[in-house]
């Protein structure tokens, strides 16, 4: 079992930054390749961004590509998401998604899912 709570977001102008942080409990973390999605107002929920479990892949959204950054930090339990020239079309709340396979892009390839942090960029 893993559980997943977001933190950092937030409102923000066009073209500023966030820093999303995802804390994971549980002994298992580093096993699990981990995600991050998003979910606008009358839309499904789509892929942002993944990184494996040892952190030495990593794969994005072609929306997202140039400015958003997927790290995590084994030790601390923690993934992040770097998110730099932000544009209103970023609007969504932001989840956090652990699973047992890399290269996951669809949200069925994850197991645990956090509550999600609301994060609005406006124009």
């Known amino acids: 079992q893993v559980q997943l709570v977001e933190s950092g977001g937030g409102l923000v102008q066009a073209g500023g930054s966030l820093r999303l942080s995802c804390a994971a409990s549980?002994?298992?973390?580093?096993?699990?390749?981990m995600g991050w999605f998003r979910q606008a107002p009358g839309k499904e929920r789509e892929f942002v961004a993944g990184?494996?479990?040892?952190?030495?892949?990593?794969y994005y959204a072609d929306s997202v590509k140039g400015r958003f950054t997927i790290s995590r930090d084994n030790a601390k339990n923690t993934v992040y998401l770097q998110m730099i020239s932000l544009k209103p079309e970023d609007t969504a709340v932001y989840y956090c998604?652990?699973?047992?396979?890399?290269?996951?892009?669809?949200?069925?390839?994850?197991?645990?899912w956090g509550q999600g942090t609301q994060v609005t960029v406006s124009s």
């Open positions: 998604a652990a699973g047992t396979s890399d290269y996951g892009f669809g949200v069925h390839e994850y197991d645990y």
């Open positions: 549980g002994r298992t973390f580093s096993s699990y390749a």
């Open positions: 990184i494996s479990w040892s952190g030495g892949t990593t």
